[in-house]
């Protein structure tokens, strides 16, 4: 792997020599320094991009946190690691913001700064860097002509994630995620490619290439009596277009699928500002049959008139709220909140993000039913969700 860039932000003139000097030392790549948050502007803009951002929060002029959110939509920036004397609430409130800006929280060293923390989250980079899928030098990221080109080979696939039932863990359908095969870096998750295609409209592309995969394998399974639901995400802008449902129609009707084991996942914060067309569509969507997702429930604004005024039969709860759970007992009071709250309107909840068995078994006492999440299943490519299915006794549906 190329050495890495480093920029030291630190207001406090003997900190940062003492940290440069010691960074110096230890890794080969460009130590890069500022005072402040203008000085790590220009440096920033100065650079190709910058691997690990040693971030001090607090300091005259424009501070850590105004310099993380100019920074964040540059894309150069690898990961940020804090080293501020701040306290642990506010420490933990700008962690949660890192996140929101789509940044990559390494860790926190606190002050002074101490090269041994450092070093293992140097090595920490270095591993999620090879991982290759999840974190690229953001020097790295795909340019226009390179997403186009995969567009036109087809290299971009359809992984699935199994839906399972809390208790017992039957599987009741899938959620279908993009995934490309880049020739040079191996499989790539939508992070890195979807923000170029919304840039460039390219979103509906890779969503008929998606579809067509999805719909040719429910109808090989449906050709063996096996029948699987799966939920395709829609991108808000595609909802404005008036031929979405017309072409829906018309691959459904050419795969014999039916369009009750279709649904369609569409974020709750894409639907605030949807004009009366994109609403028409969705109503269109299931006057056909089709189910509808409002995705990643509670993680936008507020939209109860949303799922209220609009015809869902699935929410699918954020997983901010399980991943929070454990230190937070107000996530779980919004999980058995949602929990009721589906059931109120008669249609199902599923809760995502679960990684442990304790989550698993919290989620359960809180009576939710319907999950998603790495403990049952990473996104599988087609032959291991095949594999995975099979496992199965029994196939429930949603
Ligand atoms: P999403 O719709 O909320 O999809 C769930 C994301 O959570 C997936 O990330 C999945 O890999 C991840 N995930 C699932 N279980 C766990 C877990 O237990 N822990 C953690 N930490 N993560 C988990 P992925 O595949 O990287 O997709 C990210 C987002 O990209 C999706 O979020 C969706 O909004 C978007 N996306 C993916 N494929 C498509 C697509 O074909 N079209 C559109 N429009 N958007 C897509
Ligand atoms: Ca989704
Ligand atoms: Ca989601």
Not at 22 to 49: D, R, T, W, Y
Not at 70 to 90: F, N, W, Y
Request: charged share 20%.
């Amino acid at each position: 792997m190329q050495d890495l860039t480093v920029l030291v932000l630190e207001d406090e003139p003997f900190q940062r020599l003492v940290t440069v000097t010691a960074l110096e030392k230890v890794l080969p790549g460009p130590i890069l320094q500022a005072a402040n948050g203008h000085e790590a502007v220009v440096v920033l803009s100065a650079c190709k991009a910058v691997d690990i951002v040693l971030c001090d929060l607090k300091m005259t002029g424009m501070d850590g946190l105004a310099f993380l959110r100019h920074a964040s939509s540059s894309g150069k920036i690898g990961a940020v690691v804090l080293c501020s004397e701040l306290d642990p609430v506010l420490r933990q409130a700008t962690v949660a913001m890192i996140h929101c800006l789509g940044l990559t929280f390494l860790g926190d060293l606190g002050k002074p700064f101490k090269l041994e923390g450092f070093s293992h989250l140097v090595n920490r980079y270095r591993e999620l860097c090879s991982a290759g899928p999840q974190l690229l030098s953001p020097a790295e990221l795909p340019t226009l002509s390179d997403v186009q080109r995969g567009l036109d080979n087809g290299e971009f696939e359809a992984y699935y994630q199994p839906k399972v039932t809390l208790e017992g863990q039957l599987l009741v359908g899938a959620e279908v995620l993009a995934r490309w095969t880049h020739p040079q870096w191996g499989v790539l998750s939508p992070a890195h490619f979807l923000p170029i295609m919304e840039e460039y409209n390219l979103i509906n592309r890779l969503f008929w290439q998606l579809f067509e995969q999805g719909l040719a394998l429910q109808q090989r399974l449906g050709a063996q009596e096996r029948v699987i639901n799966l939920a395709f995400n829609l991108h808000p802008a595609q909802l404005a277009c008036a031929a979405l449902t017309e072409r829906i129609t018309m691959l459904l009707k050419r795969s014999q699928v039916p369009a009750s084991s279709v649904m369609f996942e569409i974020t709750e914060s894409g639907l605030i500002s949807a004009p009366a067309s994109s609403l028409e569509n969705l109503v269109r969507l299931r006057m056909l049959g089709c189910g509808l997702a409002m995705d990643d429930f509670g993680a936008g604004y507020s939209s109860l008139d949303r799922l209220s005024e609009l015809p869902f039969t699935q929410i699918k709860l954020d997983r901010a709220f399980v991943r929070k759970m454990q230190n937070q007992p107000k996530s779980a009071a919004i999980i058995s909140c949602s929990v009721a709250l589906a059931q109120a309107l008669g249609i199902s909840l599923v809760i995502e993000g679960v990684e442990t068995d304790e989550q698993q078994a919290r989620l359960i006492e809180l009576g939710g039913t319907l999950a998603q999440g790495f403990l049952f299943a990473r996104p599988l490519p087609e032959s291991h969700f095949i594999d995975f299915c099979s496992q199965q006794a029994d196939w429930h549906r949603c």
